[in-house]
């Protein structure tokens, strides 16, 4: 089992700069890159502060110019925001940049907020359209002259420019949560990347056991692969508490998540405050004291005994999720004890 870095430029408030957070995301890859990982991921969010990230793809082509081995992953591009040239052609020109090193990761979208300023307010439940026209037609553009007459997308006959280095083409993935996700990505040779959140273990063995139906529903097609997000903090053995700091963080993560799905209120200037606590009154999945259990989160030992759980279940890739809410230094001080004391163990 390989590890990745799953990261955006997290602000929570105006005393971190835009310049400054994205000195903070290039720190962090290259942490995991010389630490052995495989990928970095970075995803796409319009408006919110929290993920601070309009486009993956400038971003990793900057940190492409940073780094040497580490592959470069959008995780992932919204399939309703994107037209098919354009994400075939971008695309394309990341792996271009970046030597053969793109990965990538598209999903149908989650945030209504998002979808009512950039999909015409289109339900955001019914984006799994776009994602199933838009992944075959990049993969035609990327191969040559290519004409689309689609439900959604029509042009001419059109290609990609430029060509990517990655042949037959860069791989790609599908966010999967529900079964037909699942079957869509393994019958089109698409890998899978899936997010247990704030559900255990047995969340986790669900998701792999609906990507091995798949699987075995189809054959004729080279098995994909998995990989697990998960959120993820290793703290000092010396500190009986040092979870709780991990846990409260992500807990507020959760909070501000749960206040953006909701699309009720307005944000000011990208910045929306999140959920009380005495919401989830009745909710102890966001406790501190349950997030410890569900998030990756323990000692440099706990955290290899749990994550032979993942080995196990034949997961491919896990990807440390680093988005917390905590300081760019407790971020940076888990991943190295991550690096220095649990990657090892996988070796």
């Known amino acids: 089992m390989r590890f990745s870095l ?40 319009h408006s919110m502060e929290y993920v601070a990230s309009p486009s993956p793809i400038p971003q990793l082509a900057y940190l492409a110019a940073r780094t040497t081995t580490i592959r470069l992953g959008a995780g992932t591009i919204i399939a309703p ?4 040239l354009r994400a075939a052609g971008e695309t394309a020109l990341l792996d271009v940049i970046s030597g053969g090193r793109a990965e990538i990761g598209i999903a149908r979208g989650a945030h209504q907020f998002e979808f009512d300023r950039m999909a015409g307010g289109l339900a955001a439940a019914d984006g799994g359209g776009h994602l199933r026209e838009l992944v075959p037609a990049v ?24 060509k990517p280095v990655q042949r037959p083409n860069p791989p790609m993935w599908i ?17 899978v990347m899936v997010t247990p959140l704030m559900k255990g273990i047995e969340e ?63 944000p000011e200037n990208g910045f929306l405050e999140p959920s009380p ?14 997030l410890r259990r569900t998030a990756v989160i323990g000692t440099p ?30 971020k940076r001080a888990s991943l190295e004890l991550f690096v220095k004391e649990v990657v090892p163990a996988f070796r």
Not at 224 to 253: F, K, N
Not at 281 to 287: L, Q
Request: with cysteine; aromatic share 14%.
């Open 139 to 162: 993969r035609a553009l990327w191969r040559g002259d290519y004409a689309h007459d689609g439900e959604i997308w029509r042009f001419p006959t059109s290609t990609s420019v430029p």
């Open 301 to 330: 030992e706990e955290v290899v005994e749990r994550l032979r759980r993942y080995e196990e279940l034949g997961i491919d890739e896990y990807s440390f999720w680093i988005d917390n809410s905590l300081s760019h230094e407790e």
């Open 204 to 266: 986790v063995e669900n998701l792999v056991g609906k990507f091995n139906t798949a699987v075995r529903a189809h054959p004729e097609v080279p098995r994909p692969e998995l990989m697990v997000l998960r959120h993820t903090h290793v703290h000092s053995p010396g500190d009986p508490e040092g979870w709780r700091p991990a846990a409260e963080g992500i807990q507020r993560y959760y909070r501000t998540f749960d206040a953006w799905f909701g699309n009720r209120k307005t």
């Open 81 to 84: 925001f994107w037209n098919p």
């Open 6 to 45: 799953f990261a955006h430029m997290e602000r929570w408030d105006e005393d971190v700069s835009p310049a400054r957070q994205f000195e903070n995301l290039t720190e962090l890859t290259q942490i995991a890159e010389a630490g052995g990982f495989g990928t970095v991921w970075i995803g796409e969010h």
């Open 175 to 191: 966010a999967a949560r529900d079964p037909a996700s699942h079957d869509f990505a393994v019958a089109n040779g698409c890998n």
């Open 277 to 290: 606590v005495s919401k989830f009154a009745e909710r102890p999945e966001f406790a501190p004291e349950s």
